[in-house]
């Protein structure tokens, strides 16, 4: 097993620049995935504590992905080769779900989701420097010219850079950081691997967090209603193929050329 653990991280690396056409319709399915996490945030920020809402959006992750590892590989798939990288992966991504929701829970959804459009700009200018990609003139263009629809929504001066919206452009650097390190570590850790990983320390670190809640956790898991807690299930389901259709997207093409898309 540990053979296919080194075959399927040499085959992130070695087809990387290959299959354009499969990354980009994996960005479009995660972008799908996303849009629609937001809006579940959103309708779920009137109704149940942040802390429930991220901790259950982890264990869901962890959990399904525990049990694709063990039917998939067993025990090997669950060793991992950069513990550090790994822990880090997991507490940008924490932290931009804890941003995200703060951010949706003061903003509308559309404007929300304009003000994080400078993270595929952000992912293009770190590319070079980072991952040593190039980006071609072809690729900045479809960069800027999409970044340019996203300030035609939200028009700046509008009054829509209210306090609130530090949230989202927060949100948008941890963003691009997540991208840089995800597309450094497609080939050196199995996807499956690392998207256990991520959703498992997400949810350790909101299990710490858990009992600083303000709000009495009994009386706050009492008072969740099924049809939030479908809508929680929905949140992390979306999350986890979200994220793994992406983390795929990223070890079969360049990220400099998925960017653009990123703003469907």
């Not at 050196?188 to 909101?206: A, N, R």
Request: proline residues 6%; hydrophobic residues 60%.
């Amino acid at each position: 097993m540990p053979s296919t653990r080194r075959s399927s991280a040499a085959l992130s690396s070695s087809h990387a620049a290959d299959r354009p056409g499969l990354g980009i319709t994996l960005t479009l399915a995660a972008v799908l995935g996303f849009a629609l996490l937001d809006s579940a945030v959103k309708v779920l920020s009137a109704f149940v504590p942040l802390l429930i809402v991220v901790w259950v959006r982890y264990a869901v992750q962890a959990g399904v992905m525990a049990g694709w590892l063990a039917c998939s590989g067993g025990r090997a798939m669950f060793r991992v080769a950069h513990p550090k990288f790994q822990l880090l992966r997991g507490s940008l991504l924490l932290s931009s779900s804890v941003l995200a929701y703060l951010g949706l829970r003061a903003m509308p959804v559309a404007e929300f989701t304009a003000v994080t459009m400078p993270a595929p700009v952000m992912v293009t200018l770190l590319s070079p420097l980072l991952l040593r990609e190039r980006v071609s003139a072809l690729r900045w263009a479809l960069v800027l010219l999409a970044f340019a629809g996203a300030l035609i929504v939200v028009r700046p001066g509008s009054g829509l850079f209210g306090g609130a919206a530090v949230f989202p452009l927060l949100l948008a650097l941890s963003g691009a950081l997540f991208q840089i390190l995800t597309r450094r570590m497609a080939s050196l850790e199995p996807p499956l691997t690392t998207h256990f990983c991520t959703g498992l320390v997400g949810m350790l670190l909101m299990t710490l967090v858990l009992p600083l809640s303000p709000t009495p956790l009994g009386a706050a898991f009492a008072e969740v209603t099924a049809l939030h807690w479908l809508l929680m299930l929905a949140a992390g389901l979306l999350g986890t193929f979200g994220h793994l259709a992406f983390i795929n997207a990223l070890g079969v093409a360049p990220m400099a050329g998925l960017m653009p898309f990123t703003y469907v």
